[in-house]
């Protein structure tokens, strides 16, 4: 499954919505997201799991980028 993680990269910042950015990862489970990204000590808002018809609209824009971790 392929899920889109909005994140802020600085754990200590409060959330802005300007400064959210967004990844796409692979992973079996939420969980599992977030056991991949905890090194990573990012302040996760929000993981979606995309069904086929979201994942192919995330597709056609520029900025998307499957992260292997």
Known sequence: MIF????QEVQSEVPVRERTK???IEAE???D???KLNE???NIEYIQELDEAHL???KQSP???LESI
Do not use: A, G, I
């Open 4 to 7: 889109k993680v909005l994140y």
């Open 22 to 24: 967004s990844l796409y």
């Open 29 to 31: 489970s939420v969980r």
């Open 33 to 35: 997201v977030r056991n």
């Open 40 to 42: 990573k000590n990012y």
């Open 56 to 58: 192919n609209y995330e």
């Open 63 to 65: 900025s998307f980028e």
